[in-house]
Structure formats: C-alpha cells, structure tokens
C-alpha cells in the first residue's frame, strides 16, 4: 500500500497568515505516460463530510477560493493556504489515488492561533 | 446540482448486519463509480472500497474483504452498502462519495452514524 504521511499533526495561524501543510507519499504518484501527479486534498470541517479542494496535485476544484494552492511532485506535496479565513478551520486530508488501495494521510488540524 | 442522499443512523447489537443506502441525484448514476470511505470517531479516513454503478464490479479493502458487501439498484439510482458482523470497532460515520474517472471524490454524501454496541 502507499502510505500518506502527513505533517504537521495540527497549526495554529492567525487570521491573514499562511498555512502549510505537508504530505509524502511512501512512493511515486507520479504517472509518467501522463505527467501527472494522482494526489488530491480534501477539507473536512467540523460535523461536515469532507469537501474536494485540489486534485492533480494543484488544480483548484471549482468554486474553492484561490488563497488555497496545492504544489509538489512525485512523494513530496503541499497544501497552502495563502490567507487564513476563520471558515477555514479545519482537517485537511491528502489521498492518492495513483494505486489501490486508495489511501488517505492521517491529516492535519488547523486553527486560528 | 450533484447530490448525493445518505440514510439515517443506525444502531446496531454486535455481530448483527448494517445496510446503508445513497441515492445520487444530478448526473447519470451509471456512468461513474461510487465511494464508501468510513471515519471513526475522532480518527482519520479510511478507505473501504467501490462500486462501478454501470456494471456492478466491486473492489474491498483488504481489511473489510469478506465482511462488507456493496451493490446498487441502477433503476432507484441508489448504491447500498452493507457490513455483516458487526464489531464496536465498526462504529463510525460511512459516507458515500462519487468517484470521477479518475479516483478523487468530487461530491460526497453527509454520512450515516453507525454505532455497534451492546
């Protein structure tokens, strides 16, 4: 299985600050026919499911503001949140999606400080 | 709009079945996969397999293989999924999501509470 190992456990911010977060994969995610990285973010909000953020290790799902950016390659990715918004409190999760089982980092909590 | 409509809670006795239904409305059910992720309380996401609504495959996690069942009714536009002898470690909230052609969930349902216990 590919293991996600993500880090910090949890952040505490303040509002207007910025917030990343960190995720590795325990091996590639990286399809080499086409170029892309099968890794996605989700945020999970207080007594909510979770919510798609990024998939394709940085393209914005539709409707997600742009203060939140995803960047990496191959085992090493990042979730940042430019801004932080109080709406933004949080557990955010990374999944790849490269490879069966379908895996989920252990996530990260993130709070206004 | 996409959504996707979850039963409510159950409360299940050990070693007794749970049969969760999501109904998807918005997009043509048999065209994608659908989702069963779980959550226990205050833990993390795990993975526990899919269902092509076209065709019915299914895939399980290793974990769960043996002990959870999903299948669909493509006339209702609803996937079931179903957990046989209930253990107090199944508690937790299972949620439907649709999976893309991809692999990423892009819509998901609100959950189904399940809570085993004696």
């Known amino acids: 299985d590919v293991v996600m190992t993500q880090s910090p456990d949890s952040l505490a911010v303040s509002l207007g600050e910025r917030a990343t977060i960190n995720c590795k994969s325990s091996?590639?995610?990286?399809?080499?026919?086409?170029?892309?990285?099968?890794l996605a973010w989700y945020q999970q909000r207080p007594g909510q499911p979770p919510q798609l953020l990024i998939y394709?290790?940085?393209t914005r799902e539709s409707g997600v503001p742009d203060r939140f950016s995803g960047s990496g390659s191959g085992t090493d990715f990042t979730l940042t949140i430019s801004s932080l918004q109080a709406e933004d409190v949080a557990i955010y999760y990374c999944?790849?999606?490269?490879?069966?089982?379908?895996?989920f980092g252990g996530g990260t909590k993130v709070e206004i400080k | 709009q996409v959504q996707l409509v979850q039963s409510g809670a159950e409360v299940k006795k050990p070693g007794a079945s749970v049969k969760v239904s999501c109904k998807a409305s918005?997009?043509?059910?048999?065209?994608?996969?659908l989702q069963w992720v779980r959550q226990a309380p205050g833990q993390g996401l795990e993975w526990m397999g899919w269902?092509?609504?076209?065709?019915?495959?299914?895939k399980y996690s290793q974990k769960l293989q043996g002990r959870v069942t999903f299948t669909r009714d493509t006339s209702a536009s609803t996937a079931y999924m179903e957990v046989s002898s209930l253990r107090s470690e199944d508690t937790a909230v299972y949620y439907c999501?649709?999976?893309?052609?991809?692999?990423?969930?892009?819509?998901w349902g609100k959950g189904t509470t399940v809570t085993v216990s004696s």
């Open positions: 999501a649709r999976n893309n052609d991809w692999g990423y969930m892009d819509v």
């Open positions: 918005g997009y043509t059910f048999t065209r994608l996969t």
């Open positions: 269902i092509n609504a076209g065709n019915g495959n299914t």
């Open positions: 091996r590639s995610v990286l399809y080499s026919s086409n170029n892309k990285n099968y």
């Open positions: 394709w290790a940085s």
């Open positions: 999944q790849q999606y490269y490879d069966s089982p379908l895996t």
